[in-house]
C-alpha cells in the first residue's frame, strides 16, 4: 500500500537562518517534503465506493478512524483529505466525517498518475 511522502520530492534545506539548530544536532542540512499532488475523485468513482459515516465525537482522532477502518494509523490523512478537514483541530463534536472504502481504491484513485 502507498504510503504518502513515497512520491513527493524532497529537498535538502541548508539555509543560514536553521544553521544554530542543524549545529546543535549535528545535521548538514534539515529535509522538507515538496506538496503533496493528489487527484480529485470524481463522482463516478465515489459512487464505486463505500462510504461509512462517523460522528465526530470527544476522543476522536483520525488516526483512530484510520485504525479501526484501514486496520493502522499511517493512512489518517485519507480521511481527512477525503472530508476536506486534514487535521483533528476541523473536527467538531457532531461533525459527520465519510470513511471511505476500499482503502486500496481510494489509493489508487487519489495518486494515480493519469490525474
Not at 543560514?16 to 480529485?40: C, D, F, I, P
Not at 494509523?73 to 459527520?96: A, C, Q, S
Given at each position: 500500500?502507498?504510503?504518502?511522502?513515497?512520491?513527493?520530492?524532497?529537498?535538502?534545506?541548508?539555509?543560514?537562518?536553521?544553521?544554530?539548530?542543524?549545529?546543535?544536532?549535528g545535521?548538514?542540512?534539515?529535509?522538507?517534503?515538496?506538496?503533496?499532488?493528489?487527484n480529485?475523485?470524481?463522482?463516478e468513482?465515489?459512487?464505486?465506493?463505500?462510504?461509512?459515516?462517523?460522528?465526530?465525537?470527544?476522543?476522536?482522532?483520525?488516526?483512530?478512524?484510520?485504525?479501526?477502518?484501514?486496520?493502522?494509523?499511517?493512512?489518517?490523512?485519507?480521511?481527512?483529505?477525503?472530508?476536506k478537514?486534514?487535521?483533528?483541530?476541523?473536527?467538531?463534536?457532531?461533525?459527520?466525517?465519510?470513511?471511505?472504502?476500499?482503502?486500496?481504491?481510494?489509493?489508487?484513485?487519489?495518486q494515480?498518475?493519469?490525474?
Amino acid at each position: 500500500m502507498s504510503e504518502r511522502n513515497e512520491n513527493r520530492e524532497v529537498f535538502l534545506n541548508e539555509h543560514a537562518l536553521y544553521h544554530k539548530m542543524r549545529k546543535s544536532r549535528g545535521l548538514n542540512g534539515l529535509r522538507h517534503y515538496g506538496k503533496l499532488k493528489l487527484n480529485q475523485i470524481v463522482s463516478e468513482n465515489i459512487r464505486e465506493m463505500t462510504l461509512v459515516d462517523h460522528i465526530w465525537k470527544t476522543g476522536d482522532r483520525l488516526s483512530k478512524l484510520a485504525f479501526k477502518y484501514y486496520g493502522s494509523t499511517e493512512h489518517w490523512w485519507v480521511i481527512g483529505w477525503f472530508n476536506k478537514k486534514p487535521i483533528d483541530n476541523l473536527y467538531k463534536i457532531g461533525d459527520m466525517v465519510h470513511i471511505p472504502l476500499p482503502l486500496e481504491d481510494v489509493l489508487y484513485y487519489i495518486q494515480r498518475e493519469d490525474g
